[in-house]
């Protein structure tokens, strides 16, 4: 089974940047579509981002799009969320997840706090 570290998360002024990682460790980490998550106080996990095994499909949640990126590098077994003109709404805690294809996510991270402040 896949294992998961985030790291990468902190303290931030509206509209800085931070990139998180996500470093995978046991099973074949090619094989699994990794997926950016995150929960607000008080709110309901939401996605983020999503990316194929591939690296070659990212998806989006409408209220990331065009400031955050996702990406992988399977060589390095780590996938990053490159996050630029954040809001105070992105402050929460930031969770990966590993899917086997056609599996829900149920590989899971510890999660790292974001923080941005106004």
């Known amino acids: 089974q896949v294992q998961l570290v985030e790291s990468g998360g902190g303290l931030v002024q509206a509209g800085g940047s931070l990139r998180l990682s996500c470093a995978a460790s046991?099973?074949?980490?090619?094989?699994?579509?990794i997926g950016w998550f995150r929960r607000a106080p008080g709110s309901d996990r939401e996605s983020v981002a999503i990316i194929s095994q591939s690296g070659g499909t990212q998806d989006y949640a409408d209220s990331v799009k065009g400031r955050f990126t996702i990406y992988r590098d399977n060589a390095k077994n780590t996938v990053y969320l490159q996050m630029n003109i954040l809001k105070p709404e992105d402050t929460a805690v930031y969770y990966c997840?590993?899917?086997?294809?056609?599996?829900?996510?149920?590989?899971w991270g510890q999660g790292t706090q974001v923080t941005v402040s106004s």
């Open positions: 046991g099973g074949t980490f090619s094989n699994y579509r």
């Open positions: 997840a590993a899917a086997l294809y056609g599996y829900s996510f149920n590989f």
